[in-house]
């Protein structure tokens, strides 16, 4: 029929030659292996948001938007799970990756973010967003299992977070708070750890091995001119690693940063300098470290050096002839050291002597178990505690930790002073215990939570206006109290939502004290580095790191704003909408200030009463601090008394937009 049929060997022979070819096609399609020993051209490389080359590096962030985020992709997804032949099983692949970075602050005293090594199914992870989630996080308390796996080099502290410190290395998994940390640094030939300060511009080398069948990651960090080190500095098995991965998963970088919403950029420039890759099996391709560029920054000149060094001389005599005289006198009259005691020492007794044993609170909590656990607040965790011994009382225990004795005396004396403090609308001290170098505060449990709860974490009653105007006056007449009212000034430099307290009454109360200071009045304020909290800072702080009575006004001009429009002060769910300053400056500018309302309330106010209030926010919030109102004329003007004259003054500045400023920019 002029049909020649092959034979039953040759079909086989053929069909295993497909199968084989397909096998090579199949690897050399997924198999990734790159170097990028510099960054002159995007060629190769996928650079998302604000991400762009720097020749020779990749900047990830831009320093002159308020809110900034950057990610760096390989454009090749890795093939992450592979199956065995002829069965269902699965298995994780493995790669390994090396890579150089530097982390350089414009101003080393703000707030750090860090970078972040990203493996993900997606370029653009759902609802990431900017500031300490690195861009690629969310927010949610409980975060969805998502194909989402990142080492954090994360250089700022979030103590909500659990984190150790400000320059620390962990593994996460679709969640922000790490599954395990340490701080950056390494281990050296003798086994001794060296830390890494990475918010110091210093190029950075890192290696991370993942070794998919065994389930775990290995972190391993030096200096870039150093040969890598024997041991990680962080080591994570667990099987919980393949809920976070899919088949394939794109590799490389994402940085954020978020400023104040007073409109002060904190500028942290975030560089990728080298990376290299390989999922073969082998190690990633050796990084050239010779030419590197220098983002350190430049030592002072020689004649600064030179005079430098004379006062440098000068100053260390004096220090010497102190030291030796010191040290007589230590080996003269306090020949025998004491040891550490948990017990009541001398100088303890000088400050308060209402002191709880640690027995006693650890039986309050229950051994401080999580169960008990009602958050994080300014320096450590609180725990909600029953005392048997004083009626079944409800308290709430601070725990904090210092790293010295002196650090400890001095902290004590503060706390003790503002233990005396009283005031129906402050968060009442009940006393303190000392264990070794944990201090534990022991506060009035406020039954209701705090303020930013009953507002923005979709209560099923949102609070109501009668009741958020109560609050907002009960707030400002014990911050009136600490700034006038006492013998002392007390600056409390963390007013905010989530440290407003509300009793069993719903009435407010501020708390948290672990910021605050005090001084004599009339004393000028000093500080040497800056407090506080992202949104509710005063912008002369970014400038002048001493705080004044004017920058804790500001402080609870951000609440009034919040809670009159029911907006947080930075929307970190979005990157587009303005901070919440701005935004109602803008509506007062345009004359349209009542749009900014919360809508959840509509109907429950006066007119005349939320313009009013919202007014005094931005008041309050005022660029200039020496025109912003007292404590003073703010109460005066939440309990109504508009005759008075500092506060008749004011209003009457706002009607006519004397007070309150739109920035042009």
Not at 537 to 556: G, I, R
Request: aromatic share 10%; charged share 25%.
């Amino acid at each position: 029929m002029g049909i020649r049929l092959e034979s039953s060997k040759m079909l086989a022979f053929k069909g295993y030659l497909m199968i084989f070819i397909s096998h090579l096609l199949l690897a050399s399609v997924c198999a990734v292996d790159f170097l990028f020993n510099s960054f002159n051209s995007s060629e190769g490389l996928l650079l998302l948001r604000d991400a762009r080359i720097d020749s020779p590096v990749v900047r990830l962030t831009v320093d002159e938007n308020k809110q900034s985020i950057g990610r760096l992709f390989f454009p090749t997804p890795l093939r992450m799970k592979r199956r065995s032949d002829g069965t269902n099983a699965t298995r994780l692949s493995s790669f390994s990756t090396s890579f150089i970075f530097s982390i350089l602050p414009e101003n080393p005293s703000l707030p750090g973010f860090g970078i972040a090594f990203v493996l993900s199914n997606s370029t653009d992870p759902p609802r990431a967003i900017s500031g300490q989630y690195l861009g690629v996080f969310s927010n949610a308390t409980v975060p969805f299992v998502a194909p989402l796996l990142a080492i954090e080099f994360d250089t700022g502290r979030n103590t909500e977070f659990n984190d150790p410190d400000d320059n620390h290395v962990g593994v996460d998994l679709n969640n922000i708070e790490s599954a395990v940390i340490n701080t950056s640094g390494y281990w050296d030939s003798s086994n001794q750890f060296v830390p890494i300060q990475m918010r110091s511009g210093m190029n950075v080398r890192a290696w991370i091995d993942f070794i998919g069948p065994n389930f775990r990651i290995n972190v391993t960090m030096a200096p870039a001119n150093m040969p890598r080190p024997s041991r990680p500095l962080v080591s994570y098995t667990s099987p919980d690693i393949a809920d976070y991965i899919s088949d394939e998963m794109f590799v490389g970088f994402s940085a954020s940063k978020v400023s104040s919403s007073s409109g002060v950029t904190w500028v942290e420039r975030q560089r990728i300098l080298a990376w290299s890759l390989n999922d073969e099996g082998r190690p990633a391709s050796e990084l050239s470290t010779s030419n590197l560029p220098d983002f350190m920054p430049k030592p002072p000149s020689s004649s600064s050096l030179a005079a430098g060094a004379i006062a440098g001389i000068t100053c260390g005599s004096f220090v010497f002839v102190g030291l030796c005289l010191l040290g007589l006198y230590w080996f003269c009259y306090r020949r025998r050291p004491r040891e550490e005691k948990d017990e009541v020492e001398e100088w303890e007794l000088e400050y308060w002597p209402h002191r709880f044993s640690y027995e006693q609170l650890s039986e309050a909590t229950n051994g401080f178990s999580k169960e008990r656990l009602l958050g994080y607040g300014g320096f450590g965790k609180v725990y909600k505690g029953v005392l048997a011994s004083s009626n079944n009382a409800e308290i709430a225990v601070k725990c904090i930790s210092h790293d010295s004795k002196q650090g400890m005396r001095e902290f004590m004396a503060e706390i003790s002073s503002m233990g005396r403090l009283q005031h129906k609308n402050l968060v009442q001290m009940r006393g303190w215990c000392r264990k070794r170098n944990e201090l534990m505060l022991v506060y009035d449990y406020m039954p209701n939570g705090s303020l930013n709860k009953r507002i923005f974490d979709k209560p099923e009653e949102p609070l109501s206006w009668e009741r958020r105007r109560l609050v907002l006056t009960d707030v400002a007449e014990g911050l009136l109290y600490l700034h006038h009212g006492w013998d002392q000034m007390v600056l409390h430099r963390d007013i905010k939502s989530s440290n407003i307290l509300l009793d069993s009454e719903m009435r407010g109360r501020l708390g948290d004290f672990g910021l605050a200071k005090l001084y004599q009045h009339g004393q000028a304020p000093s500080s040497t580095r800056v407090v506080g909290t992202l949104g509710y800072m005063a912008p002369e702080l970014a400038k002048v790191l001493a705080p004044t009575a004017a920058s804790d006004v500001y402080s609870f001009g951000v609440v009034i704003l919040e809670v009159a429009t029911g907006r947080r002060p930075i929307d970190t769910m979005s990157d587009d909408d303005p901070p919440l300053i701005d935004r109602v400056r803008e509506l007062y500018a345009e004359g349209t200030i009542l749009e900014a309302a919360d809508e959840r309330i509509a109907g429950e106010y006066p007119v005349e009463e939320m313009e009013r209030d919202l007014k005094l926010g931005l008041a309050c919030c005022h660029p200039d601090p020496d025109r912003r109102p007292t404590m003073k004329e703010v109460v005066a003007i939440l309990v109504g008394e508009e005759a008075a004259g500092g506060a008749r003054r004011l209003l009457s500045g706002l009607k006519c937009g004397d007070e309150v400023q739109v920035d042009p920019q």
